[in-house]
């Protein structure tokens, strides 16, 4: 079983950048992905981008395309989400999830493990 701990969300102004990670405890690889959704109060949950751990498919959303870059390192078992040009409407929860590489990427019930997330905030 897959445990997952996200980390580096914060307070942050209006214009800067963030870099999320999201470590993974437990088996990870073969026929498996990583994906980040996010969730502001009172909205749904948002899908982000997604990367499988033993290819370079990847998937981003469209809210946030071109200014969200996703990526891995294997030797840490950690997935990254770097997030620029940030902006108010930027703050939420953000989450960490793991699927079946063969599942569809854009449906939060298609994930099967999820972190605790992390606040980002962005004031103006």
């Known amino acids: 079983q897959v445990q997952l701990v996200e980390s580096g969300g914060g307070l942050v102004q209006a214009g800067e950048s963030l870099r999320l990670s999201c470590l993974a405890f437990?088996?990870?690889?073969?026929?498996?992905?990583a994906g980040w959704f996010r969730q502001a109060p009172g909205k749904e949950r948002e899908f982000l981008a997604s990367i499988n751990w033993d290819d370079d498919t990847i998937y981003y959303g469209d809210s946030v395309r071109g200014r969200v870059t996703i990526s891995r390192d294997n030797a840490k078992n950690t997935v990254y989400l770097q997030v620029n040009s940030l902006k108010p409407e930027d703050t939420a929860v953000y989450y960490c999830?793991?699927?079946?590489?063969?599942?569809?990427?854009?449906?939060?019930?298609?994930?099967?493990?999820w972190g605790q997330g992390t606040q980002v905030t962005v004031s103006s």
């Open positions: 999830a793991g699927r079946s590489s063969s599942a569809w990427y854009r449906d939060a019930k298609f994930y099967h493990t």
């Open positions: 437990g088996r990870t690889g073969s026929r498996q992905a």
